[in-house]
């Protein structure tokens, strides 16, 4: 009987861990990101009665070169499962050779999911809340175009969100100044690109 009830307050413990690690403030009006890309690609919408956690990391292409959607799911059965979806568009409804896989989740990974809640991968703003204030000291906005834009998209069975940035990588090598926002979104994204290793995907141009 006494081992019963350890067992069972472990796994309450664990369960409200994990609702800790996953909190965050939902979207009143959240839509998907692209449902022509969900439809056309079969992702389905996540399903709790198995996870507890979905985050999709959007790697989009301005250029032509594929696009990545990489789906990192949370169960307290499993613990961390990643999909990723390959394929490339110039409109984001006709996909060309896409692609399905399960990939490996790397031993270093929950080391790496501390520090992007450090770097508040679940609280972040999206761009278009933040980027008036980036200014170089010489009191200009910035613009570069043509590149790559990330979306994150979070899930829980009751909160949602998602935000983008467009080209961060190149905006904080342009820009002269630290802005909290563009910081942390450029340490989310090198520690998803080490997990994901997204770049070795977009060398190759699409057909």
């Known amino acids: 009987m006494k081992l019963s009830c350890f067992i069972a307050l472990l796994f309450a413990f664990s369960a409200l861990s994990a609702q800790a690690q996953f909190s ?37 292409s301005y250029a032509n070169f594929p ?8 169960t307290l059965a499993v613990g961390w499962v990643l999909t990723r979806y390959r394929f490339c568009s110039r409109d984001m409804v006709k996909l060309v050779n896409l692609t399905k896989d399960s990939l490996p989740v790397s031993d270093l990974w929950k080391g790496r999911w501390d520090t992007l809640l450090t770097d508040h991968i679940l609280t972040l703003p999206t761009e278009s809340k933040v980027k008036k204030r980036w200014k170089s000291s010489s009191n200009t906005i910035v613009i570069v175009g043509d590149g790559v834009y990330y979306r994150i998209e979070l899930f829980t069975a009751n909160s949602k969100r998602r935000y983008r940035y467009s080209n961060p990588e190149e905006m904080i090598k342009t820009l002269d100044i630290d802005d909290q926002e563009l910081v942390d979104i450029n340490k989310i994204i090198r520690i998803l690109a080490n997990e994901t290793k997204y770049t070795e995907v977009q060398s190759v141009r699409c057909p």
């Open 67 to 74: 696009n990545g959607i990489y789906i990192f799911t949370h």
């Open 24 to 60: 965050f403030k939902p979207d009143s009006d959240f839509k998907y990101y692209s449902d022509s890309v969900n439809l056309a690609a079969k992702i389905p919408p996540p399903d709790f009665s198995k996870a507890d956690f979905e985050m999709r990391f959007y790697v989009i």
